[in-house]
């Protein structure tokens, strides 16, 4: 899933990162997160719960950095920016408590 299509379809503002890790071998990132679910479009609030545990893949990553000073551990997302979005390249940016990855 391209992070563009990701960005469409789930809000993460609240939501927590528990875990980031990138592999620049495989070109991988791997996100742990406890999702807000119920800043979602699809969520019911009779049968869902707030909160959901989720893990995504993003794959062909070629960059990832972070200011982080710490690794990750229930970082709340304060604001997530698609900075570029073009056929071959897509650059996001998102600012957490704890620091600030892209």
């Not at 939501?15 to 980031?20: D, F, G, Q, T, Y």
């Not at 699809?42 to 989720?54: A, F, L, R």
Request: aromatic letters at 10%; a negative charge.
């Amino acid at each position: 899933m391209r992070i563009s299509d990701f960005l469409k379809r789930y809000h993460l503002h609240g939501s927590l990162i528990n875990k980031v890790e990138y592999d620049s071998t495989t070109k991988r990132v791997s996100l742990e997160t406890e999702l807000c679910k119920w800043q979602q479009f699809d969520y019911d609030e009779t049968k869902d719960p707030e909160m959901i545990e989720g893990f995504n893949v993003f794959e062909d990553v070629t960059y990832f950095e972070t200011d982080c000073v710490k690794d990750f551990d229930a970082d709340e997302i304060l604001e997530v920016v698609l900075i570029s979005a073009t056929s071959s390249l897509e650059k996001v940016k998102i600012v957490t408590d704890g620091g600030t990855s892209s």
